[in-house]
């Protein structure tokens, strides 16, 4: 697939914003722990407070992985174009001061 650098730029920025907040769902443990807490109302009565995930730890991680690896090829490809692509510019941009 060919595409513009400066939709390749754009696009790994987009990529960049997605792993940054991923990221901190991905690392934060708490979320997928199941926590139940049993409190003693009465002799026959219990009350029960209960914690469970709302995301499973695999969607997650299949989710940051995808954006992740994404990000690093389109890096990649940047990076290949920086090394690789010749651009026309003047001989002032790249001299020295002469007063």
């Not at 997605?18 to 219990?46: C, H, M, S, W």
């Amino acid at each position: 697939m060919k595409i513009k650098l400066a939709e390749a730029l754009l696009r790994r920025k987009e990529l960049q914003e997605k792993v940054e907040q991923l990221k901190p769902i991905k690392d934060n443990q708490v979320i997928y722990q199941i926590r139940a807490q049993r409190i003693k109302v009465t002799d026959g009565l219990e009350d029960l407070h209960a914690d469970y995930p709302k995301l499973d730890l695999s969607q997650v991680t299949a989710e940051y992985d995808f954006y992740a690896r994404a990000l690093r090829l389109i890096d990649a490809a940047i990076q290949q174009a920086n090394w690789t692509c010749d651009i026309d510019t003047d001989e002032k941009t790249m001299g020295d001061y002469k007063p």
